[in-house]
DNA sequence: CTGTTAGCGCTTTCAT
DNA sequence: ATGAAAGCGCTAACAG
């Protein structure tokens, strides 16, 4: 960061100092100078303190474009994330790492994307094992699957590859950098924009998307989401002014979720409000629009293509979205500058929590990727 | 932007294909190759379509780090802001500004920036002249009393210097490109979190803040908002469930402000909301703080350093924020990428309404700006 | 330990 | 109209 605590004016005048530049002053060659920038030794101390203290007065960056040519090397990274279809969120988070591709290919950097089944722990573990064959210098990933993760990535760091998560983070690990969302945070969030302005003894249902075998979807950024939610109630003691109702659907039982989500209804006459966790709450739009059921406050998460419909048309009243573009884009760009330019990264990046209505829905673009 | 429609797997194999690669496969030299493509003329035909039809099949892109290091010319940006104090909307602009700066000194291009008084039509118009006298190669500024920036753009036009907006647009003027927000919108959004959940009948206080002279203070932008805000009562016919009350505080007239609004409380017993369409909501926040009122629900623009404290106490209710910093690293980089790399640029730009609460300010890093 | 040298990919003279 | 050559600032291999 510059130091913007003083901001101060440039003057057009500065020349740029090379290394040349400071090899004249130090009475060495560019190659000593060199050796001293890079640490890379065999230089004479007093030639070496005679170099720092010359780079040091004069503040010498080296040129980076110079830099990124004279370096030969080719870095290869590989990106690991779940299977994405066209509109959904890990969808988004590759159109970052697109974009950021494009960025960094300058700096002989060249990505592969490895996609697992979010599903299946066997198809991450069969990923991860080819990720490792392919031998790359940086690697970007969405840590599903934690004991999987922590065997990856305990081979990374024994082989010294630099990796960074998107989405969600695995503590305890030292990553390069984490880009993604304060979970809790957002659930806390969703929890004012429901309740702010519900009148009280509603009820509320809280739905959650479970697989075959009764175990709940989604990552840990589900629960936490959920936890959040609760948090609030808990702070401003509104367990009693709400009815909540936990609503359990499965992911591939279309029929059964509708005869369970009318059984519901049936049950719950002042139903005013309707939670998601996940990304999927335009299934119970679509439950809720083909019954013309109005009145309803649905909350969602992620800017999936036909949440964004729902939006839009009125029948979701928020959706907040965490920039997968941005995680994607930043996580590799995070990597490419470490191994092109050796630059650190801060560990733990938060992405903002964006509160979607329909009245901002228009103008979210996030640029420069929705750029078209 | 990629083509993120088919993201395909890049195979670590595409090794890039040089200018010397073409010269080869078009039996010419380098030079020639180079010739055609920045149509410097002095081609015979046939090589040049030859050369053209290789550089489309193998969809050539030069190296743009070779392509900086081999150009010596240096770029001079200027920069024309308002004068900023520390922690106000225009000091982020420029840190913004600054950020972009470190990125694009690599590139050769470097910024001077000058900062008018914005009350100032003369200070605008005596650096307008500094300005021109620098000979900048490109010019980003934030469009301040219009007949004055149409005198200016009308010269940078004449001299072909590219130069772009933020903070506000001026139509029908051609810009290189314009960050900013979509006003009206804000208003609108503005209006929803206001009234969403406001008891009926309730007083809405509407404070505009006036200059010596009765002049309202704010770009346009501010008139804007106000517009998206009423638009959205009319929308809803809400126009008789409120009653709005105007009022007018003077910049520089700390007691009599004081005295007003004692005054305006005084004669409305329900105010239930205050909304300011610039960013001093913190001065309604003091007045409020001062005489222990609750039970307000205030909402201003822009994260100034109070703003930000008062949101997270709990007195104001909510910001709306647009993106300062990004607008001004974005409105920079334009500048840098079209002067170094001839990349184009979006004209048109808008950032998204940022919509923060208590609840989601502590999250709301606009990374890599607010990095630390 | 240190200087020299040959590039990286592109631009830009300067001859031819 | 075109090719050859020098050089941008930095790195890395080699020679001393």
Chains 1, 2 share one sequence.
Not at 115 to 135: G, H, I, K, P, W
Request: proline share 3%.
């Amino acid at each position: 960061m510059p130091d913007t605590n003083e901001i101060k004016k440039t003057t057009f005048s500065d020349d740029k100092v090379r290394i040349k530049d400071i090899a004249v002053l130090a009475n060495v060659s560019a190659g000593t100078v060199d050796r001293v920038i890079h640490n890379r030794g065999g230089v004479a101390p007093d030639s070496k303190k005679r170099i720092e203290d010359i780079l040091q007065e004069l503040n010498f960056k080296p040129n980076r474009m110079a830099r990124v040519l004279a370096i030969k090397k080719d870095y290869k990274l590989v990106v690991l994330l779940p299977e994405a279809a066209q509109g959904d969120y890990w969808w988004d988070i590759i159109k970052g790492i697109k974009r950021a591709e494009e960025e960094v290919s300058d700096y002989r950097v060249k990505t592969e994307v490895l996609q697992f089944n979010q599903y299946s722990m066997e198809s991450f573990a069969t990923l991860a094992q080819r990720l490792l064959d392919l031998t790359p210098d940086g690697v970007l990933m969405a840590p599903f699957f934690r004991r999987e993760v922590l065997k990856l990535t305990k081979e990374l760091e024994e082989r010294n590859i630099p990796f960074v998560f998107v989405d969600s983070n695995v503590e305890s690990v030292n990553c390069l950098a984490y880009y993604g969302q304060q979970s809790h945070q957002s659930g806390y969030v969703a929890a004012k924009i429901m309740l702010g302005n519900l009148e009280k003894s509603s009820t509320i249902l809280l739905v959650h998307m479970m697989r075959e075998g009764g175990e709940a979807i989604g990552s840990n950024q589900t629960a936490k989401r959920e936890e959040g939610f609760l948090a609030y109630i808990e702070k401003y003691s509104l367990e009693l002014s709400y009815q909540l109702v936990r609503v359990n659907l499965h992911a591939e039982d279309e029929s059964g979720n509708e005869a369970h989500l009318e059984e519901i209804f049936r049950q719950h006459q002042n139903i005013r409000g309707i939670i998601m966790f996940n990304s999927r709450i335009y299934r119970i739009a679509d439950f809720l629009e083909k019954r013309k059921i109005k009145n309803i406050r649905l909350i969602g998460y992620d800017l999936l293509e036909r949440n964004v419909q729902y939006l839009k048309s009125g029948v979701i009243e928020c959706l907040i979205a965490q920039r997968p573009q941005l995680q994607g884009y930043y996580g590799l760009t995070a990597l490419a500058r470490r191994l092109a330019f050796h630059q650190p990264s801060k560990p733990v990046c938060y992405m903002p929590i964006d509160i979607l209505f329909k009245e901002n829905i228009n103008d979210y673009k996030v640029y420069p990727f929705d750029v078209d």
